[in-house]
């Protein structure tokens, strides 16, 4: 079962704006990742965030983790058409290796 | 240093036949894990392996088994295949496991399809 929910389910943007997706999860975490799955390629990770940690940035990427309200966000400044891809957040166990997969937010980047 | 290898890229079964997908991991990684990723259900965890030991399992029936290699590389079958196991599966491979894991390494994924 799914244990993220994302939002939204797609974005379309024009380059140069943007992108925010939302992620919400149910269980206690140790981290929170985000990935980026080009279609029908395999998944890479972009970001992890433990969860002692409240904001973590790489690049134009920007992470948020709130656990009171076990959500997180991503933004993506300065998109290009080149960011267009599928995103998921995923969330490792507090005990085990396992990842749990959100359902994913597809962004289009148009140029 | 190669990244994660799967084989193969593409197949093609019919239902009641059996498949063997095979990934070969980052060297250095000891750890495998596997996943299924549908248009429907999304991304399922479907086992790990560590040390040649299944140390998880999903909600999977036992027609998935898998196992791993004294070097690391892992193999997973499904038998009798059903319309519903067409899928992306995905390879992950990590140096550690535990709660500490950090990312995940994919490979490019074994495209089935059953007809």
């Known amino acids: 079962s799914q244990q993220g929910e994302e939002d939204p389910q797609a974005l379309s943007i024009q380059e140069g704006e943007n992108a925010t997706m939302n992620c919400s999860y149910k269980t206690s975490i140790n981290n929170l990742q985000w990935y980026r799955q080009n279609s029908g390629r395999g998944l890479v990770h972009l970001i992890l965030?433990?969860?002692?940690?409240r904001e973590k940035h790489s690049g134009r990427l920007r992470v948020t983790l709130d656990t009171s309200k076990k959500s997180s966000s991503l933004l993506i400044t300065a998109s290009r058409a080149a960011d267009t891809a599928s995103y998921f957040c995923?969330?490792?166990?507090?005990?085990?290796?396992?990842?749990?997969f959100g359902e994913g937010t597809q962004l289009t980047v148009n140029p | 240093k190669a990244g994660v290898t799967q084989t193969p890229r593409y197949l093609i079964k019919t239902r009641g036949q059996q498949v063997t997908l095979s990934c070969s991991p980052i060297?250095?990684?000891?750890?495998v894990s596997w996943y299924q990723q549908t248009p429907g259900q999304g991304l399922q965890f479907l086992f790990e392996y560590f040390s040649e030991t299944q140390r998880n399992k999903g909600n999977f029936p036992g027609r998935f088994s898998g196992r791993q290699f004294s070097n690391s590389r892992s193999e997973m079958n499904v038998s009798t295949l059903e319309l519903g196991d067409s899928a992306l599966y995905l390879c992950?491979?990590?140096?550690?496991?535990?709660?500490?894991?950090?990312?995940?390494?994919f490979g490019e994924g074994s495209r089935l399809t059953v007809l």
């Open positions: 995923a969330t490792g166990e507090t005990s085990g290796s396992r990842l749990t």
């Open positions: 992950a491979s990590s140096l550690r496991r535990g709660p500490n894991t950090g990312e995940l390494f």
């Open positions: 965030i433990r969860s002692n940690e």
């Open positions: 060297s250095g990684h000891r750890s």
